[in-house]
T-cell receptor
Framework: GEDVEQSLFLSVREGDSSVINCTYT??????LYWYKQEPGAGLQLLTY?????DMKQDQRLTVLLNKKDKHLSLRIADTQTGDSAIYFC??????????FGAGTRLTVKP | KAGVTQTPRYLIKTRGQQVTLSCSPI?????VSWYQQTPGQGLQFLFE???????NKGNFPGRFSGRQFSNSRSEMNVSTLELGDSALYLC????????????FGPGTRLLVL
């Protein structure tokens, strides 16, 4: 089973912001990641954050990390229909093993 | 630069058979990791290879094994297939071991009948 938890579904309207949340359990995780998976494809790395940071911004993507609560979020500004996909949160532990959440299916309505 | 390639893309096997999947990393990448993705268990880490050595292993039975060649290409083998081995097997490569940027291939979808 997963140690990383995410809500399974999120639906937003085109142009709105999307916020996908994730909680993890390993306080010693070194890196935290967000991946995107489109139908029939592998995972695409969207962004990552070092565990000693609390925020990272990359164009339309903003990652927030709250280490105290072990909470990670991904905000997508001006969400487009092309952003519809499954988004995975993942953590890398100190022994370099990767643990993934179950994925959040984002649906963007026109 | 070509991405991570995996062959074959689709495979059908029967219980008890064995299967070998192949992964070619991005040119210059020396680390290859394998993952199993199923609807029930999600994405689970299988193992990571770097410089032809297994550096890290997930919690899978010994029926799952792998190897890496001197050109960094990797193969994964599953022996005595079970129905529950039906999954999408993903390979990811990165420049060196443990670095944050992993690039994933499209996966091999295995169906065990």
């Amino acid at each position: 089973g997963e140690d990383v938890e995410q809500s399974l579904f999120l639906s937003v309207r085109e142009g709105d912001s999307s916020v996908i949340n994730c909680t993890y359990t390993d306080s010693s995780s070194t890196y935290l990641y967000w991946y995107k998976q489109e139908p029939g494809a592998g995972l695409q790395l969207l962004t990552y954050i070092f565990s000693n940071m609390d925020m990272k911004q990359d164009q339309r993507l903003t990652v927030l990390l709250n280490k105290k609560d072990k909470h990670l979020s991904l905000r997508i500004a001006d969400t487009q229909t092309g952003d519809s996909a499954i988004y995975f949160c993942a953590e890398k532990g100190t022994n370099n093993d990767m643990r993934f959440g179950a994925g959040t299916r984002l649906t963007v309505k026109p | 630069k070509a991405g991570v390639t995996q062959t074959p893309r689709y495979l059908i096997k029967t219980r008890g058979q064995q299967v070998t999947l192949s992964c070619s990393p991005i040119s210059g990448h020396r680390s290859v990791s394998w993952y199993q993705q199923t609807p029930g268990q999600g994405l689970q880490f299988l193992f990571e290879y770097f410089s032809e050595t297994q550096r890290n292993k997930g919690n899978f039975p010994g029926r799952f094994s792998g190897r890496q060649f001197s050109n960094s290409r990797s193969e994964m083998n599953v022996s005595t297939l079970e129905l529950g081995d039906s999954a999408l097997y993903l390979c990811a490569s990165s420049l060196v071991q443990g670095v944050e940027t992993q690039y994933f291939g499209p996966g091999t979808r295995l169906l065990v009948l």
